[in-house]
């Protein structure tokens, strides 16, 4: 079966610098959610799109943005990057009404900021 | 006070045993719950969904619920090396496009 894509598996940025994640969410799905972990830390929520819309907001830095496009997929843009900023990032994908039987995490990009 | 608790552990059980992992929230409007298993480096995967009280059985897990204390747990039958993991509860307060809210995690040891 189609699981969540993410691109790409790791990423080496300097600080400053710029990053763009993409998400491609299982077929059908239509709600995206972006998270943050850092090392030995719980996901995090930053934000998530229902169709193309931001639907709820989590603690996503001003720095970072994000946006869902026609055919579902999320790119989450980052900006000025931070050491903090160092994590692994999972994308989640879900069908609105069946929210309740959980999210499909992606494998997720691991950022470097050095 | 975070939305949901977990104890960080390890919690560490010999092979055969049974191992219970705890985790409390705080959200009275909570309406979904989750256990995930996260391996070091890797995506947290679902294991168990649990929404209403009392007890739902998956093969070797079983995850309870109690809403009027707000704890949700699950027990790991036969517990396996393979079951070594950090276990994640999350909750969900079922409005349209709201995330999951995720505790710290359990880390669970079996020894062999």
């Known amino acids: 079966a189609a699981g969540v894509i993410q691109s790409p598996r790791h990423l080496i940025k300097e600080k400053r610098e710029t990053a763009t994640l993409k998400c491609y969410p299982i077929p059908r799905h239509d709600t995206v959610y972006w998270y943050q972990q850092g090392p030995g830390q719980d996901p995090q929520f930053l934000i998530s799109?229902?169709?193309?819309?931001?639907?709820d907001k989590g603690s996503i830095p001003d720095r970072f943005s994000a946006q869902q496009f026609s055919d579902y997929h999320s790119e989450l843009n980052m900006s000025s990057l931070e050491l903090g900023d160092s994590a692994l990032y999972f994308c989640?994908?879900?069908?609105?009404?069946?929210?309740?039987?959980?999210?499909?995490f992606g494998s997720g990009t691991r950022l470097t900021v050095v | 006070q975070k939305e949901v608790e977990q104890n960080s552990g390890p919690l560490s059980v010999p092979e055969g045993a049974i191992a219970s992992l705890n985790c409390t929230y705080s959200d009275r409007g909570s309406q979904s719950f989750f256990w995930y298993r996260q391996y070091s480096g890797k995506s947290p995967e679902l294991i168990m969904s649990i929404y209403s009280n009392g007890d739902k059985e998956d093969g070797r897990f079983t995850a309870q619920l109690n809403k009027a204390s707000q704890y949700v747990s699950l027990l790991i039958r036969d517990s396996q090396p393979s079951d070594s993991a950090t276990y994640l509860c999350?909750?969900?307060?079922?409005?349209?496009?709201?995330?999951?809210?995720f505790g710290k995690g359990t880390t669970l040891s079996v020894s062999s």
């Open positions: 999350a909750v969900n307060r079922d409005q349209a496009g709201t995330a999951l809210i």
């Open positions: 989640a994908s879900s069908l609105l009404g069946q929210d309740n039987y959980g999210y499909t």
């Open positions: 799109f229902y169709e193309k819309m931001q639907s």
